[in-house]
């Protein structure tokens, strides 16, 4: 029981390391689109 927990924990963490990470590693977000919409609300559009 005891493993099944640490394993969990192990995850979890791992995902939060990953999802607060979304610009780097092998997996990215490409910027572009965000720094896209960030110019059209800057615009007023």
Do not use: H, W
């Not at 493993?3 to 607060?20: G, K, P, Q």
Request: hydrophobic share 50%.
């Amino acid at each position: 029981m005891s493993s099944a927990l640490t394993i969990l924990n192990t995850l979890i963490l791992y995902m939060i390391f990953l999802l607060d990470n979304p610009f780097k590693g092998y997996m990215k977000v490409d910027a572009r689109p965000f720094e896209y919409i960030i110019q059209l609300l800057n615009s007023g559009v």
